[in-house]
């Protein structure tokens, strides 16, 4: 797959994707080769993922209340 095919994929693609390359991984019975070639693109995918989270997360960071006030969500971490 190439960086722009991969960056196009929704989170759930992408993480089917990932789930499908562990699941073979674990089985083990891969060689040597195409077991790097396949951690790899689980590596890209996983990254895919972890972008698209970050860019979620910024964007929930902060909600638009009833009145039209932008607030930023505190979580019970921020608290402790």
Same mark, same amino acid.
Do not use: W
């Given at each position: 797959?190439?960086?722009?095919?991969?960056?196009?994929?929704?989170?759930?693609?992408?993480?089917?994707?990932?789930?499908?390359?562990?699941?073979? !991984?674990?089985?083990?019975?891969?060689?040597? *080769?195409?077991?790097? @070639?396949?951690?790899?693109?689980?590596?890209?995918?996983?990254?895919?993922?972890? @972008?698209?989270?970050?860019?979620? *997360?910024?964007?929930? $960071?902060?909600?638009?209340? *009833? $009145?039209?006030?932008?607030?930023? !969500?505190?979580?019970? *971490? $921020? $608290?402790?």
């Amino acid at each position: 797959m190439t960086d722009h095919k991969e960056k196009t994929l929704s989170f759930e693609e992408a993480m089917e994707q990932l789930e499908k390359i562990v699941t073979t !991984l674990e089985e083990g019975e891969v060689p040597l *080769e195409k077991a790097i @070639q396949m951690y790899q693109e689980g590596m890209t995918l996983s990254n895919v993922c972890h @972008q698209k989270l970050k860019t979620v *997360e910024k964007q929930m $960071d902060r909600i638009i209340t *009833e $009145d039209g006030e932008i607030t930023s !969500l505190q979580t019970e *971490e $921020d $608290d402790g």
